[in-house]
């Protein structure tokens, strides 16, 4: 397989260099330090791509990452992920429901309970009884 040469300076390589030696480095990160060090080396993309599990496309796209943005191509791009479903208003809203009184014929709140009463008193447009146990765990609610 044809070289992918990739000429570092010294200040870079010296950088990846102890960036790739210090320990405490995610995975992502070490790999594509790792990368450019050895693509610097003249290794090829095949070498590469054995010595680090690493497809050709991935190591294409560090070095031309690198080309256009340096060493800022270590780290990672912010991801867009799902959006949280309520906000932090609707999670006390519910949790302060969940603390009060229960309805009239009930000794305790339920999940099922609260679920449809937060509908019900328009907190959220639509939560399913497992959303809410989610959400009371996480504030370490512990009374139902």
């Not at 070498?47 to 031309?64: D, F, N």
Request: glycine share 6%.
């Amino acid at each position: 397989m044809r070289k992918a040469h990739l000429k570092l300076k010294n200040n870079e390589q010296s950088y990846l260099t102890t960036l790739t030696t210090s320990g405490n480095l995610k995975a992502r990160k070490f790999k594509r330090a790792m990368t450019l060090l050895l693509l610097h080396q003249g290794k090829t993309m095949s070498e590469i791509s054995k010595l680090l599990e690493y497809s050709y496309p991935s190591i294409i796209g560090v070095k031309q990452n690198f080309l256009q943005t340096g060493l800022r191509c270590l780290e990672e791009k912010p991801r867009s992920g799902r959006p949280p479903v309520l906000d932090g208003e609707q999670r006390a809203k519910i949790t302060a429901l969940a603390c009060s009184t229960p309805p009239e014929g009930y000794a305790r709140w339920s999940l099922r309970l609260l679920a449809d009463r937060v509908v019900e008193l328009d907190f959220a447009e639509a939560i399913s009884h497992n959303q809410v146990g989610v959400l009371l765990k996480k504030t370490n609610y512990n009374r139902i």
